[in-house]
């Protein structure tokens, strides 16, 4: 009787001991997902305003085609591309992250080329899509910064002790971060 009453104790010793840090993570958890929803959401917001860029440069401006369809296929590429919130790991955040510098590069590339093109300037529609582009690549910056500090918080928490203990007998796995691309250590310039 006295080692059933002693496992029955180890036991409810155990999971109080465990579920004050499980509630933790699991919120934690679902602020990572949470962001990453966030980040996909102005991810997005950018491959929305690309077919309209891409007509109304087209409309435009006898413009390189081959510049055109670079942009339309990083686009398709980049689309493609989707994670699981739950298995955000350094490896899909990475596939995701390069999916994007393509888009970005390609962008980029359509950005200098239409300076080749004075009436762009003049076209208000172009301008308005610019500068929607613009602030977009701004909430991107934002939100990846956001997801990286909510996936900071939640990383140290299951990498503590004891969290760690608890972390590891849930199935907790540290989540991965954004990271700069080493091309993208030069930001594209886009200026009219």
């Known amino acids: ?30 602020q990572v997902q949470s962001q990453w929803a966030q980040v996909q959401n102005v991810y997005q917001r950018r491959a929305d305003l690309i077919p309209n860029l891409v007509a109304s ?7 390189e085609k081959e510049t055109l369809t ?4 990083a686009r398709a590429s980049a689309t493609q591309v989707k994670i699981d919130p739950s298995k955000l790991t350094p490896e899909a955040i990475e596939k995701f992250n390069q999916a994007q510098g393509q888009l970005g590069a390609a962008l980029g590339r359509l950005m200098m080329v239409t300076e080749n093109y004075p009436q762009l300037k003049a076209n208000q529609n172009f301008l308005e899509l610019q500068a929607q582009l613009e602030g977009t690549e701004n909430r991107i910056t934002v939100e990846r910064q956001k997801f990286n500090e909510v996936t900071q918080v939640y990383n140290s928490k299951i990498r503590t002790f004891p969290n760690n203990l608890t972390a590891s007998m849930f199935g907790f796995e540290k989540k991965g971060y954004f990271e700069a691309d080493a091309a993208s250590q030069k930001a594209p310039k ?3």
């Open 1 to 30: 009787m006295r080692k059933f009453i002693f496992t029955f104790s180890a036991l409810i010793a155990l999971l109080s001991f465990s579920s004050c840090g499980y509630n933790t993570m699991v919120d934690l958890d679902e």
């Open 57 to 63: 440069v087209k409309g435009a401006a006898n413009f």
């Open 70 to 73: 670079a942009v339309m296929e």
């Open 190 to 192: 886009v200026e009219f």
